[in-house]
């Protein structure tokens, strides 16, 4: 099931996140996307409980996904492409966004295969742009949305 977040979700989005090592996202940056009403996604498992989470911003005609994970027990049954899915028809019926834009580590295939198929090509490559334990490039990748 899907529905957007809350505040009182934000422990279990921050324990995902600590599960897939994403330390950059910090409580703090959550509570000031909450505060300014960031659009924030959660997918949840049959009991209710919180196994994936997607943000997004919109400027102008734009929609820049921020952030999409899925704990790692739950990755590979389409819950990512349901959530991103979402994620971009909500923006184009809430917001009139024309375009989704997302930045992705070049050595994350999973993903890469996910994006694809849902129409992101890459634009460009900022070489060496994650530097947390390794250099990784990144793929700075762009689809069009639905028509609202």
């Excluded at 957007?4 to 509570?31: G, H, Y």
């Excluded at 994970?69 to 819950?79: A, D, E, P, R």
């Excluded at 019926?93 to 024309?98: D, G, L």
Aim: charged share 25%; proline share 2%; glycine share 4%.
């Amino acid at each position: 099931m899907l529905r957007r977040a809350q505040v009182s979700d934000l422990p279990r989005i921050l324990e995902i996140n600590s599960e897939l090592d994403k330390d950059q996202w910090t409580k703090e940056k959550f509570s000031d996307m909450f505060e300014y009403d960031f659009p924030i996604w959660v997918v949840t498992d049959n009991a209710d409980r919180i196994i994936g989470y997607a943000v997004y911003l919109v400027c102008l005609d734009e929609a820049r996904i921020l952030n999409l994970v899925i704990s790692k027990s739950f990755q590979g049954n389409g819950l990512g492409e349901t959530l991103m899915t979402h994620l971009m028809e909500d923006a184009a019926e809430k917001f009139a966004a024309k375009y989704a834009m997302l930045e992705v580590d070049a050595s994350n295939l999973q993903a890469l295969a996910l994006y694809t198929k849902l129409g992101f090509r890459v634009l460009c490559v900022r070489k060496n742009y994650y530097t947390d334990k390794y250099l990784r490039d990144a793929y700075l990748m762009q689809a069009e949305l639905p028509v609202a």
